[in-house]
Antibody, heavy 125, light 106 residues
């Protein structure tokens, strides 16, 4: 079964740090780019970051650039979102999602087709 | 950053009726336009990618069309399980953005 399981959420202090993890299974992890998407309570989906299949390239939303760092360990089928300098507005449910994939050395995109159930981050003193 | 605008914000319909949801991009997104459905307490579900291709297992009553900056998602005849929030999404070389969503309710 193809799935992702997020963990690491919880209560963080303003200015503090948290590290989220997403463990994937059931597919060839090192062939896929991975994304994080967040959703504040009662609000819409907001893209946070993505990482390419070998971890050599990342992109970030302006709202988290310079504060969050996305990395991956393909040997462990895991992506990590290091969240520093936390702000109240980072409070949200954080989803890990599967995105682009590598096929015959081409990057193909067929949407974010597999999502985890999310991990909740609350930033408050 | 490419901004996506969705309209209407809310669509009030009855089962059996058709629904047309709109998504407009601030600049061309080529064919990298996808649609997602989200129900309360659930993760989003991919419906459509590349403007018009249904994802695996998505019923034929869902269809997408459009080009450049203007896109639509059509649900031909609403089933009770279709009442949800729908998001469009684009991807580019620098990142991804989602629209604000359209809520389809009874």
């Amino acid at each position: 079964e193809v799935q992702m399981v997020e963990s690491g959420g919880g209560l963080g202090q303003p200015g503090g740090s948290l590290r989220l993890s997403c463990v994937a299974s059931g597919f060839t992890f090192n062939s896929y780019w991975m994304h994080w998407v967040r959703q504040a309570p009662g609000k819409g989906l907001v893209w946070v970051s993505r990482i390419n299949s070998d971890g050599s390239s990342t992109n970030y939303a302006d709202s988290v650039k310079g504060r969050f760092t996305l990395s991956r360990d393909n040997a462990k089928n895991t992506v990590y979102l290091q969240m520093n300098s936390l702000r109240a507005e980072d409070t949200a449910l954080y989803y890990c999602a599967r995105g682009e994939f590598i096929w015959n050395r081409q990057v193909l995109y067929r949407g974010m087709d597999v999502w985890g159930q999310g991990t909740t981050v609350t930033v408050s003193s | 950053e490419i901004v996506l605008t969705q309209s209407p914000a809310t669509l009030s319909l009855s089962p059996g009726e058709g629904a047309t949801l709109s998504c407009r991009a601030s600049q061309s997104v080529d064919t990298y336009l996808a649609w997602y459905q989200q129900k309360p307490g659930q993760a989003p579900r991919l419906l459509i990618y590349d403007v018009s291709i249904r994802a695996t297992g998505i019923p034929a009553r869902f269809s997408g069309r459009g080009s450049g900056t203007d896109f639509t998602l059509t649900i031909s005849s609403l089933e009770p399980e279709d009442f949800a929030v729908y998001y469009c999404q684009q991807r580019s070389n620098v990142g991804v953005t989602f629209g604000p969503g359209t809520k389809v309710d009874i």
